[in-house]
């Protein structure tokens, strides 16, 4: 290799090494600074580290053992990671670490590499600068941890709601039960006593409106078979589960021991109680619907 060609490949490798953005050193065996790039010298005299900014003749593996304070520890962890590449036990060794400053926080990701070629020991050292990384990292745990406590937060009111509806719905069905009850036991029987007593036309005029409104007034709380059973005599009970399960009239009247004329009854009751005065409407159908 000629002098010029020896000149041109010098300049040619500094003039990369400058081109690059992560703080770059170059060390020897003992781990003694040999070179740095741009990037090196530009961060010490932004950070006022002191002498030369450059760093040249510094030894970097003493500097990385002597650190005190917070530091400490990834600094000696650091110097452990280049022995190794400079003793050949490792190929590289890689370590990212906080470097925080004045202005804010700062992360590093560091890589020591040792180069293989025919000459003395030497081991690249460079330190990129992973802060933007670091902080949109940080940032999407906080969003992480935002969303498992907002989901928490959710499951757990919806745990609540599903109580409060639990409960409301029991209300609800305790109040239609209490309803039933006291018209079946307490108004309905003297409404049929009026009816049967010897009133004038005028008179049993009202006391049929006054029926027809009271059933329209419980129709909407025979929606459940538990609720409308609280209004049925035993044997409707009997007869509207029988037609829910698909039995004709005669099959009914056998299983009962009744007549079938009492079934054809008791389903025209039912269809009474339930507010089925359409005929087209089926009995069974309606039943079945019922929850």
């Given at each position: 290799?000629?002098?010029?060609t020896?000149?041109?490949?010098d300049?040619?490798a500094r003039t990369?090494l400058d081109?690059?953005s992560a703080?770059?050193?170059?060390?020897?065996q003992?781990g003694?600074i040999?070179?740095?790039?741009?990037?090196?010298?530009?961060y010490g005299?932004?950070?006022?580290?002191?002498?030369?900014?450059?760093s040249?003749?510094?030894?970097?593996?003493?500097v990385?053992?002597s650190?005190?304070?917070?530091?400490?520890k990834d600094?000696?962890?650091?110097?452990?990671?280049i022995?190794?590449?400079i003793s050949?036990?490792?190929k590289?060794?890689l370590?990212?670490?906080?470097?925080h400053a004045?202005?804010?926080k700062?992360w590093?990701y560091?890589?020591?590499?040792r180069?293989?070629y025919?000459?003395p020991?030497r081991?690249v050292?460079s330190?990129?600068?992973?802060t933007?990384?670091?902080?949109?990292?940080e940032?999407?745990?906080e969003?992480?941890?935002a969303?498992?406590?907002q989901?928490?937060n959710l499951?757990?009111?919806n745990?609540?709601l599903?109580?409060?509806?639990?409960q409301?719905?029991?209300d609800k069905?305790e109040?239609?039960?209490?309803v039933l009850?006291n018209m079946k036991?307490?108004v309905?029987p003297?409404?049929?006593k009026?009816?049967?007593?010897?009133?004038k036309s005028g008179?049993r005029?009202?006391i049929?409106?006054?029926?027809?409104?009271l059933?329209?007034?419980i129709s909407?709380?025979?929606?459940?078979?538990?609720a409308?059973?609280?209004f049925?005599?035993?044997?409707e009970i009997q007869?509207a589960t029988?037609?829910?399960?698909?039995?004709?009239s005669?099959?009914?009247a056998d299983?009962?021991?009744i007549a079938e004329?009492?079934v054809h009854f008791?389903?025209?009751n039912?269809r009474?109680k339930?507010?089925?005065?359409?005929r087209?409407t089926?009995?069974?159908?309606?039943?079945?619907?019922l929850?």
């Open positions: 290799m000629t002098t010029e020896m000149a041109f490949s300049a040619l990369v081109s690059l703080h770059i050193a170059i060390i020897d003992k003694i040999l070179e740095t790039n741009k990037a090196w010298r530009r005299s932004k950070n006022n580290l002191g002498g030369d900014f450059d040249i003749g510094t030894n970097y593996l003493e990385c053992e650190a005190t304070g917070d530091e400490a600094a000696a962890k650091v110097a452990e990671g022995r190794l590449v050949g036990e490792a590289e060794f370590y990212d670490y906080p470097c004045p202005d804010g700062h590093y560091m890589r020591a590499i180069m293989f025919e000459g020991v081991v050292i330190h990129e600068d992973i933007d990384l670091k902080l949109t990292e940032a999407l745990k969003s992480e941890a969303l498992l406590e989901k928490k499951e757990e009111t745990v609540a599903k109580v409060l509806l639990k409301r719905e029991n069905l109040l239609e039960q209490k009850g036991e307490l309905f003297y409404v049929e009026l009816k049967r007593a010897g009133l008179e005029t009202y049929e409106i006054i029926d027809a409104h059933k329209d007034i909407p709380f025979l929606q459940r078979m538990s409308a059973n609280i049925l005599t035993p044997q007869v029988l037609v829910k399960d698909g039995k004709t005669k099959e009914i299983v009962l021991n004329t009492t008791h389903r025209r039912l009474i339930f507010g089925l005065d359409n087209k089926n009995l069974r159908t309606y039943l079945l619907s929850s």
